[in-house]
Nanobody, 124 residues
Framework: QVQLVESGGGLVQAGGSLRLSCAAS????????MGWFRQVPGKERECVAA????????DYSDSVRGRFTISRDSAENTVYLEMNNLKPEDTAVYYC?????????????????WGQGTRVTVSS
């Protein structure tokens, strides 16, 4: 049974940092495209970062490029999202997801497995 469990969300002031974690079980993160998405009520789910199976390729949305970093620890079977210089518009529920695609994808339709989400609130 595949399980993705996010943690690390919370309340932070603008300019601050948070690190989200996604602990995976039932699938090795090193053999999946892994992505971080976020969603606010009334808006579509947005992919903010994705990492390839090898870890050698990553992609970011324009809104977070230069501030967020996706990484993974194969030994811990965990994917991370380091978020720096947070802005109020980063407030959302953040989800970890896994894809069986062969190349990095930012399309939520390519992801079959999802975590339950962790809430991030950035105050101004």
């Amino acid at each position: 049974q595949v399980q993705l469990v996010e943690s690390g969300g919370g309340l932070v002031q603008a300019g601050g940092s948070l690190r989200l974690s996604c602990a995976a079980s039932g699938l090795p993160v090193s053999r999946r495209i892994m992505g971080w998405f976020r969603q606010v009520p009334g808006k579509e789910r947005e992919c903010v970062a994705a990492i390839s199976r090898s870890g050698g390729n990553v992609d970011y949305s324009d809104s977070v490029r230069g501030r967020f970093t996706i990484s993974r620890d194969s030994a811990e079977n965990t994917v991370y999202l380091e978020m720096n210089n947070l802005k109020p518009e980063d407030t959302a529920v953040y989800y970890c997801a896994a894809s069986s695609k062969l190349i990095v994808s930012m399309d939520h339709l390519d992801y079959a497995y999802w975590g339950q989400g962790t809430r991030v609130t950035v105050s101004s």
